[in-house]
């Protein structure tokens, strides 16, 4: 009998043999459903007639969903390298690059998208014939105006509704197949190029059809989306797909407004908060070659396209692109493989590039572009330091900030706070004894909410309500200590208490809809006051802005990361980059108790490409990425003995087979323990990647075998980007 090999979605990491009554028809990258121990599972058909001698019978495979491959060659070429590279097993790895729908073995035939339109009677009736049915009227309202996706019913809650007047022959559906989209000319018309961008849209367009490595790096404003636009024209032209990486799903509907404006041709976005239908229709829409240019977030990267031209990673610095669980990817870094793959450009742009990034165009593997200027007449906003040593603070904001935000308030412009910590507290302390909200299962503190009236752990997410009396002694006086969003927001409402205030962060959109509605209230000017997380820093546009205040940087410059400065320096950049987009000049204000520190001086003074080629040298001297290849490997556990006991055993193994790579561990990582399991680590570094990837490889096996293994949980973090 035939015989297929399968990659199951299993943390083992080998490849599984079943035997199949009739092999006709089946093809390597198929899903097929076959048994595993007591459950059904679905994988993919990896081989065909593997060369074993098998001792026992083989289980036979229960049912071959795809008559065609689900992943093509490409896409299966680009995921067993991922899979080898960060040493994540390739079933898993496969099935995490496909939408949940198909992953539960939805069949791909009958998922063609059907729309609903009005039929002939349809087009006749009128609004009095739906008026004891409001759901029937708005449904027929709006099919109307024009026909609507079975998936776009369901969504507005309609579908009841479409049965009914399906029933009563008003409505038709017509089921949809994609094709590839076809070029329309552009809708406006492009802006004429400054020479900074002519020469990079120039160079991006040469580039067409050949895997070639761009670092775009302009100042914020600078009009690096411009050249994106011009550089996806030709490649639009030519019948080609584009796919642009995006950090934060927030960015997704002011980007696509964006291209919406200039090219008339199909295009979806994907991001986290799409019900799993849309996601499998978005799915289908690549693969059909219908989607002319699709805008994501990181797992758009693994779509699978009909013919992709052209990928763009905005803000190519963002550590959102890193996967922080499970199969730790870096979007970036497997986009640039999958451009090679392709044979087509890729162009990674940013105000603030990644140290690695900077490195790799410094080298020559990626070729520079630089945006040096702002693409308007503003000038990149001053930024000035606010000595808070010794100086009178009301609600933790010095007289020269408040003064500066009421100048602006009354100017009619907008303000824009910043502070990287939400809620109302980050612990709640007793007044009589010291006493603090620290959560049961993490060595961390509970964040207090006011809103909510909750303590909540960020790290593990316990979430009680707020007490009454302190946990040791008794006493009713818990007060806050130190300063989220929140209270931000309540107290700038004593200050200004006229003044309409808008927070965003994560605590006010996570409901669907929510961060759109909260940006469009300020892009309207309905807010003058905004507060918010790093969120705010990302890529948005407010033209209104005229001074953004960085209430607090002083956590941020002493931190145990490596990478903190660098990320410090990114986001005091890109922050100050939200002012002065407009009309009105900006300007920027950092509060902190510490104005000498060279970095702060370094990034004010010289810039961020200056501070980047200073920080670049101090890796080098202190021989840390990107001058060295590194890996974590962490591992946690309820008993405390357990991880350093497997990780010593590591360690020894590590320090035999591969002296050339230098370890660190074990140890462990700040916060100690999480969700009541303790948490250690063993850091590698090696100069050449091969050392590190050959000592991975003959690790793992070693690390299974251990008997300790059954009692921890472990993880493979590959050039990890945190880390806690
Ligand atoms: P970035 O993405 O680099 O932050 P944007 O693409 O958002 O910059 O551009 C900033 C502003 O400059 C936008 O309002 C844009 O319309 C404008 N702009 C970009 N390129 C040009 C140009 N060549 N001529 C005039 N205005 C431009
Ligand atoms: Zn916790
Ligand atoms: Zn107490």
Redo the contacts with the bound molecule.
């Keep these: 009998m035939p015989v297929i090999r399968v990659a199951l979605p299993v943390p083992l990491r080998y490849h599984f043999d079943y035997q199949l009554d009739n092999s006709e028809g089946i093809c390597i990258g198929a899903r097929v459903r076959v048994p595993f121990g007591k459950r059904e599972l679905i994988g993919i058909v990896w081989q065909l007639e593997p060369k074993d001698q098998y001792t026992a019978e083989l289980k036979s495979v229960l049912e071959v969903i795809d008559r065609e491959p689900i992943f093509s060659e490409e896409l299966r070429d680009l995921l067993s390298f991922a899979a080898d590279y960060y040493h994540h097993p390739l079933g898993d790895v496969l099935v995490s690059a496909l939408p949940t729908l198909l992953r539960e073995g939805r069949s791909l035939s009958d998922e063609k998208q059907r729309r609903a339109e009005l039929t002939q009677a349809g087009l006749q009736a009128t609004a009095v014939d739906f008026k004891r049915s409001p759901k029937q009227l708005e449904l027929w309202q709006l099919l109307a105006n024009i026909s609507q996706t079975q998936t776009q019913i369901a969504t507005a809650g309609l579908m009841n509704a479409a049965r009914q007047l399906e029933q009563k022959q008003l409505l038709t559906w017509k089921s949809e197949s994609y094709q590839p989209f076809s070029y329309q000319p552009e809708r406006q018309r492009a802006?004429?190029?400054?020479p900074a961008?002519a020469l990079a849209v120039t160079a991006i367009t040469q580039a067409q059809g050949q895997f070639q490595r761009f670092l775009l790096e302009?100042?914020?404003?600078?009009?690096?989306?411009?050249?994106?636009l011009q550089a996806i024209a030709p490649v639009l032209a030519s019948g080609q797909q584009v796919l642009v990486l995006v950090p934060e799903i927030g960015l997704t509907p002011q980007t696509l407004a964006?291209f919406e404006k200039r090219f008339d041709v199909p295009m979806q976005v994907w991001h986290s908060n799409m019900t799993d239908h849309e996601r499998l229709t978005a799915w289908q829409r690549s693969k059909s070659g219908d989607a002319a240019i699709t805008i994501g977030t990181r797992s758009a990267l693994f779509l699978p396209f009909y013919r992709l031209g052209l990928l763009i990673i905005?803000e190519e610095h963002d550590s959102s692109l890193k996967q922080q669980e499970g199969f730790r990817y870096h979007a970036r870094d497997l986009a640039i493989k999958r451009a090679s793959l392709l044979n087509c450009p890729i162009v990674l742009?940013t105000?603030t590039p990644s140290l690695e990034s900077f490195h790799n165009a410094l080298q020559q593997k990626f070729i520079h572009l630089q945006?040096p200027e702002?693409?308007?007449s503003q000038q990149v906003p001053a930024i000035e330091l606010i000595d808070l040593k010794q100086q009178v603070l009301q609600h933790g904001l010095a007289t020269r900030t408040i003064d500066s935000i009421r100048k602006c308030l009354n100017r009619g412009q907008q303000v824009m706070l910043f502070l990287n910590r939400r809620g109302f507290a980050p612990a709640l302390i007793c007044h009589e004894c010291g006493w603090l909200t620290d959560c049961p299962h993490c060595s961390a503190f509970m964040t207090f909410h006011k809103q909510s009236r909750m303590l909540v752990c960020h790290h593990c997410t316990t979430t009680r309500i707020v007490p009454h009396q302190c946990g040791h002694c008794g006493s009713t006086q818990l007060v806050p200590v130190g300063k989220g969003t929140e209270q931000l927001e309540e107290q700038l409402s004593t200050l200004f208490p006229q003044v309409p205030i808008t927070r965003l962060d994560r605590d006010n959109t996570r409901r669907k809809g929510a961060l759109e509605q909260l940006l469009a209230t300020i892009a309207g000017g309905d807010s003058q006051l905004i507060v918010g997380t790093q969120m705010l820093a990302k890529?948005h546009?407010f033209?209104n802005v005229s001074l953004v205040v960085v209430v607090d940087v002083d956590g941020a410059l002493y931190s145990s990361d490596f990478r903190a400065s660098e990320h410090l320096a990114q986001l005091l950049t890109q922050v100050a980059?939200r002012a002065g987009?407009g009309d009105v000049a900006g300007k920027v204000l950092l509060q902190t108790h510490y104005p000498g520190h060279p970095l702060l001086q370094d990034v004010i003074q010289n810039g961020y490409h200056a501070f980047a080629r200073s920080a670049l040298l101090e890796r080098q001297q202190t021989q840390l990425p990107p001058f060295m290849h590194m890996a974590i490997l962490h591992a946690q556990s309820e008993d405390p003995q357990v991880c350093p006991l497997w990780l010593g055993q590591l360690q020894q193994f590590s320090r035999d087979y591969a002296p050339k790579v230098q370890l660190l561990g074990p140890i462990q990582p700040p916060l100690e323990r999480k969700a009541g399991k303790y948490r250690w680590q063993l850091q590698f570094f090696a100069a050449d990647r091969r050392d590190l990837h050959q000592l991975l490889q003959a690790l793992l096996p070693f690390a299974l075998s251990l008997p300790e293994q059954r009692r921890l949980k472990w993880q493979i973090d590959v050039d990890p980007q945190d880390l806690n």
């Design positions: 802006l004429p190029l400054n961008q302009g100042v914020t404003g600078s009009g690096k989306t411009e050249v994106y964006r905005d742009g105000a945006l702002r693409a308007t890529g546009h033209p980059g987009r």
